[in-house]
């Protein structure tokens, strides 16, 4: 499976393609504790358990149930998630963030790319909560990046 995504330069929305035709979309509002994705007909909700909780539960949209949970690194260069009996390993492949993996026992089962507007995903499975997982966690380390620089910018500006 190949999906490409597009995003606006400082924007949180990503939108999903499969041979050009929108297939879904992942948008989260800055500062906000839930994040909406769709793919083909899955819907889901990303929502943070507490204002300095480090997890994020996953929701089926559809049946309104919870379907598993993400724990980030306090580092910001890996997450695990886990679904039922699942765990699973997000991962930066490069050192400039543009390439990260999802592991299931340390083999890569989705592999992503980014460049600024523009990213793809390849997968061999075919688990929309999984992907659109992958992509909320990268999107997650990029805001907590742009805070970072933001606020180094305005200390060393003084």
């Known amino acids: 499976m190949m999906i490409n995504w597009k995003k606006g330069i400082f924007s949180s929305k990503y939108k999903l393609f499969s041979e050009n035709e929108k297939i879904g979309e992942l948008k989260e509002k800055a500062f906000s504790s839930c ?10 909700k990303f929502k943070k ?31 695990k998630i886990f679904f039922e009996d699942r765990e699973l390993q997000w991962k930066y492949d490069n050192f400039w963030g543009t390439k990260w993996s999802i592991l299931e ?11 600024t507007t523009s990213g793809e995903i390849e997968s061999a499975i075919d688990d ?9 966690v990268y999107n997650h380390y990029v805001q907590i990046a ?8 305005i200390i060393a500006s003084r």
């Open 35 to 44: 994040a909406y994705g769709s793919l083909d007909e899955k819907q889901v």
């Open 105 to 115: 026992n340390g083999q890569a089962v989705a592999r992503y790319k980014s460049s």
């Open 128 to 136: 929309e909560f999984l992907l659109l997982a992958g992509l909320f």
């Open 146 to 153: 742009v805070i970072v620089a933001v606020s180094t910018a």
């Open 49 to 79: 358990k507490g204002i300095f909780s480090s997890t994020i539960e996953i929701m089926d949209q559809t049946l309104d149930e919870n379907v598993g949970h993400i724990k980030f690194n306090a580092w910001g260069n890996k997450a």
